[in-house]
């Protein structure tokens, strides 16, 4: 199973945008697919946000397979090539995470292809003030916002991590059918966030997301088809 996931998010410029995306598509994933360990990647092009216009996903077993190599390692190892695709990179973020729980939802047979994440994804990545909030957090997460999830039209699952390197503490992955699916059943419960009498009001003011976060993008890599 995919208890491991390494989440990058960044930006690139217009003009370099198609160089990038055919090496980070051609060669770049391929390459890291092909090392033990690695079960899938995705690639989104981020909807809007501050900027940041790319979120790369890769999964694997657990995080040990990601820090052995660890990043440093790898990038000490890196070709020309890669070296030159990666300094194209702005404002860029990452982390290593570990799942802590995951529900599915009503349209779990759309994830792929294989155990690939959907076609939408939301991703964000933060800490908390202190052990309180967690426990509020936490809480939250198991008693209403996973049972919505399971229930929630349009939802493939999600899955909540802890972050085991990188600056924050919690991160959560939703994945969706489409973009329409996310915006009619799901964006009407983040406006919870705003009111101080719902249980996501009183947890949300609390988190200090990650620069970017939280995010919500359209899968580039595996190509979305008709099928998925």
Known sequence: M?????????????????????????????????????????????????????????????????LNPSPAQLALKQSAQTR??????????SCILAEESRVDGPHIAQRGPGLTAGTVVQFGCYTTGNSAVDDDLGAWYAQERFPLLARLPGCIGA?????????QKHAILHEFASLAARE????????????PDTWMGRVRPQLTHAPGSPMVGLRLWPAVTMES
Do not use: N
């Open 159 to 167: 899955r909540k991590m802890l972050v085991s390197v990188g600056a």
């Open 2 to 66: 995919d208890r491991g996931l390494w989440a990058l998010w960044y930006d690139i410029a217009d003009a370099q945008r198609e160089e990038y995306l055919a090496w980070f598509h051609g060669v770049h994933i391929p390459e890291k697919l092909a090392r033990p360990g690695y079960l899938w990647a995705a690639h989104y092009a981020l909807q809007g946000g501050d900027g940041r216009t790319c979120l790369a996903l890769f999964a694997a077993s657990s995080t040990a397979v990601f």
């Open 84 to 93: 030159r695709m990666i300094s194209m990179r702005q404002q860029a973020q």
């Open 184 to 195: 009619q059943h799901f964006a009407p419960h983040e406006a919870d966030a705003h009111k």
